[in-house]
């Protein structure tokens, strides 16, 4: 089993919300295509928090300001 992939689990997908609003958050495909995600984007907070392996991590310290 390789781990190189970004694909979120789809159980995991599902219930994941931004931890600052509680709302709904829109993936960000990898610059390099295909099902890989880069960036979960909340468009109310205007930040985008990183998926590192697969795993996003959701953490308003760590999100990148999409605003600026
Ligand atoms: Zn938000």
Not at 1 to 14: A, D, N, Y
Not at 34 to 62: F, I, S
């Given at each position: 089993?390789?781990?190189?992939?970004?694909?979120?689990?789809?159980?995991?997908?599902?219930i994941?919300?931004?931890?600052?609003?509680?709302?709904?958050?829109?993936?960000?495909?990898?610059?390099?295509?295909?099902?890989?995600?880069?960036?979960?984007?909340?468009?109310?907070?205007?930040?985008?928090?990183?998926?590192?392996?697969?795993?996003?991590?959701?953490?308003?310290?760590?999100?990148?300001?999409?605003?600026?």
């Open positions: 089993m390789s781990q190189s992939h970004q694909t979120i689990e789809p159980w995991l997908r599902g994941i919300r931004c931890p600052q609003c509680k709302g709904e958050v829109t993936d960000v495909p990898a610059a390099s295509g295909g099902t890989e995600v880069a960036e979960l984007r909340c468009d109310t907070c205007h930040l985008a928090y990183p998926v590192e392996g697969g795993v996003p991590v959701l953490l308003v310290d760590l999100a990148r300001r999409t605003d600026s």
